[in-house]
């Protein structure tokens, strides 16, 4: 998953923009829950947008779940994000046949909370499948200033292994041009911002170690030659995180400052859906975690290259 980056000179996509870096600050936790967010007229003014384009970007954070808005009071960052929320009874026509019936809800969640927990354990292991590892390599540093400043006791061993698109694969599906064009330059892009955060969690983590505060750390990326349709993170082999990349039509900007229209998924603040394995998890919730690790296994081993960063 990319990021906008700076804001889009094409003022169909700035709204998409905006609600991306919201969603940034909802994911980390600079909009906390139950906050309110500033208002539209300040919004406004910080991005250098119309208030029809913030209304616009809020709208999609609503249709997210990530914000409520009140009437006469503002926007609020939903107040309680692990929380089921209201689902309907099932929908019929008029001719009284079942259109769609909703058997059961897995509320959204943020990463923050989950890696927290996985970092708390002896044993730490991370397998992640993603477009860039931009939302892992934040937290992961928010982690390992944990272990330093000794809030928590730091584990015996960290071990990551991180499976990435290849971006000189013209198979990529996502990044692309609009007109349907493989442009190396729009992959190139898309590697020059995985490459940045696969180095900076990689120094996070090799910096505990380096400081002696963690034993064994080992850090493996490999590459598979097509862009994921998920994003996924195995936990300790216990809880599974997935959310989907939703590719949209928006502006990149190369490095010459050309801006094209892609077909991308943007923003680090996806969705996620949780799974856990544990004594008291239902079949389908276990069922889950091990069809995510025979999924990660069999490309981790059959379709993916090592690389060295």
């Known amino acids: 998953m990319t990021s906008h980056g700076s804001a889009p000179r094409d003022a169909k996509f700035q709204y998409l923009w905006v609600a991306d870096e919201l969603r940034k600050e909802i994911n980390s936790e600079a909009h906390r829950p139950g906050e309110r967010l500033p208002t539209q007229e300040e919004l406004a003014t910080r991005f250098g947008v119309s208030r029809a384009t913030v209304n616009q970007a809020l709208s999609v954070l609503r249709k997210e779940e990530l914000i409520v808005t009140r009437q006469g009071s503002g926007s609020f960052v939903a107040s309680e994000p692990g929380e089921p929320a209201h689902v309907p009874g099932p929908s019929r026509s008029p001719e009284n046949k079942v259109w769609a019936v909703v058997s059961e809800r897995v509320p ?10 996985a970092f708390e354990a002896n044993v730490v292991k991370l397998d992640v499948f993603s477009m860039t590892t931009e939302s892992l390599a934040a937290r992961v540093v928010d982690q390992k200033d944990r272990i330093v400043a000794g809030e928590i006791s730091p584990p015996r061993s960290i071990t990551a292994r991180l499976l990435l698109p290849d971006t000189d694969s013209s198979a990529l599906a996502i990044p692309r041009q609009v007109s349907g064009e493989d442009d190396p330059r729009v992959r190139q ?17 090799y910096e505990l170690r380096r400081l002696k505060l963690v034993e064994e750390v080992a850090v493996q990326v490999r590459m598979v030659p097509f862009a994921p349709q998920m994003k996924l993170y195995i936990l300790n082999n216990r809880v599974v995180l997935q959310g989907f990349y939703i590719p949209e039509e928006g502006t990149a900007t190369l490095e ?25 998890s239902t079949p389908e919730q276990a069922g889950v975690v091990r069809a995510a690790r025979k999924f990660f296994d069999a490309n981790w081993d059959n379709l993916a290259t ?3 960063f």
């Open 189 to 205: 892009r898309l590697g020059g911002i995985l490459r940045s955060h696969v180095t900076m969690l990689r120094s996070a983590l």
């Open 108 to 117: 959204p969640v943020l990463l923050k909370p989950y890696l927290v927990e």
């Open 256 to 280: 010459d400052g050309e801006e094209v229209a892609t077909y991308d998924a943007y923003g680090t603040g996806a969705t996620l859906y949780p799974f856990r394995a544990s004594a008291d």
């Open 306 to 308: 090592k690389v060295t």
